[in-house]
């Protein structure tokens, strides 16, 4: 079936601002709540959310085999479990409905009515059932700047990690969606040239900018997924802020790796970008530096141009962006990590999330941590208050965003904000 959606040339009959991450060419999707109460799964372009819902009982996706209530729920996961074929045609069909040389809908006041939103009548929610969350630790700048603050300049990266890309299982329930605040994380620490840990707040809340792509029902227990076919089975990426706590991450992750420094949040955008919106940003990956063995071996252009920033607003005050990188930095690449994932016959699950690892390109201002940007907080970063960071504060708002761009075109993620608050205190 032809991606007729990413037609460059095609506009919308809705209002798109030139900047916009959302123009008729992406066509994302997410779940919201609208002005009555009613959850739904839909789509939006421009500043414009479209009920799929609606827009599905009022027959506008006929022709395309679709259950009655597949967009009258509060998942997406139904939908994505319906294959490539099924988001293909419906993101087509979206995209000819409102095209600016389409009537059907365009002339139609009492439909709009029923299935247009502005973005202040809708409140985002997570848009999968997240039964199961992996996160990989995939950027040879990130794993090196790690590994020389840890160990030395030639013993940065671990004998394994340019052969496998390494992971470890995060916990599902922390993870949510855009705008949700968070606290401020506490567990045991180990302060500088003491034998015994204490408890008390995390003082070195960070950030890892990450982007993650989120499955269908990919195989059965047993059944390896072949890296070549790894993206058939890859619905769509969001942006990812895997929330650490630097100081309890120390202290615990030997010998099994992050526990509580990882698991007390971890935030997503809300609107999943497909990975048919993003076919015409492959750029050639990263070549390996030692050869892999021929399981993770591809064919093709398996990263995307994928421009990525972070921001820091304090409370009261103008944000300040400390990290500008892109997705086509990473070493092992999407359909690698999936691939890797099932090589020992582990079932992959609609709505299953994978994160990418902290993302960090080659330059200093390209870090994806504060880890990184302020090297252990030996190296504050200015805020335009003219306060100074080493870590989060209390009561900063953390805002990463990402889009591709070209010959005009420009498909976006949109952003996640995430606020941190002090520590929880029972009332």
Not at 3 to 29: E, G, M
Not at 196 to 209: A, N, Q
Not at 211 to 220: E, G, L, P, S, W
Request: include cysteine.
């Amino acid at each position: 079936m032809p991606l007729s959606a990413n037609n460059p040339d095609r506009k919308s009959w809705l209002h798109v601002d030139k900047n916009s991450d959302f123009p008729i060419q992406n066509i994302p999707f997410g779940v919201f709540l609208t002005r009555d109460d009613i959850i739904t799964i839909g789509t939006r372009i421009g500043d414009t959310a479209i009920d799929l819902g609606a827009l599905h009982q009022l027959g506008y996706f006929d022709g395309i085999p679709l259950t009655d209530d597949i967009f009258l729920q509060d998942t997406l996961n139904d939908f994505i479990a319906d294959g490539r074929k099924t988001w293909r045609a419906v993101r087509n069909r979206i995209a000819q409905i409102f095209d600016s040389n389409n009537d059907s809908l365009k002339q139609n006041k009492r439909h709009k009515e029923i299935v247009l939103f502005r973005l202040d009548e809708i409140e985002m929610q997570l848009p999968v059932h997240i039964g199961d969350y992996t996160d990989f630790y995939s950027s040879i700048e990130h794993a090196t700047n790690v590994g020389n603050m840890l160990r030395t300049p030639e013993n940065a990266l671990l004998p394994n990690w340019l052969h496998i890309p390494i992971a470890y299982h995060g916990r599902s329930s922390s993870i949510i969606p855009s705008g949700i605040p968070i606290h401020r994380p506490q567990g045991q620490i180990l302060p500088n040239d003491a034998d015994t840990p204490i408890f008390g707040p995390s003082k070195l809340v960070d950030f890892e900018l990450e982007m993650a792509f989120i499955t269908t029902v990919a195989n059965d227990l047993g059944e390896p997924i072949p890296v070549d076919e790894a993206e058939e089975y890859i619905f769509g990426l969001v942006l990812l802020n895997d929330w650490s706590a630097r100081d309890i991450q120390k202290w615990e992750y030997i010998p099994h790796g992050p526990f509580l420094s990882k698991n007390f949040a971890t935030s997503i955008s809300p609107w999943i970008v497909t990975l048919d919106a993003l076919e015409p940003y492959r750029v050639e990956g990263q070549k390996p530096v030692k050869p892999q063995l021929e399981y993770l071996q591809y064919h093709g252009k398996k990263s995307f141009d994928i421009d990525l920033e972070v921001a820091i607003r304090p409370s009261g005050a103008k944000e300040t962006i400390v990290s500008k990188t892109n997705f086509k930095y990473m070493y092992w690449n999407m359909a690698q990590q999936l691939a890797h994932h099932t090589i020992n016959g582990c079932p992959i699950n609609s709505g299953d999330l994978m994160g990418s690892g902290a993302i960090s390109g080659p330059t200093s201002d390209s870090y994806g941590s504060m880890l990184e940007l302020t090297w252990k907080g030996e190296k504050p970063l200015k805020m335009k208050d003219g306060s100074e960071r080493t870590f989060i504060n209390d009561n900063d708002t953390v805002i990463m965003r990402g889009h591709c761009e070209k010959d005009g075109t420009r498909i976006g993620f949109g952003e996640v904000s995430t606020k941190l608050l002090p520590v929880f205190k029972r009332k």
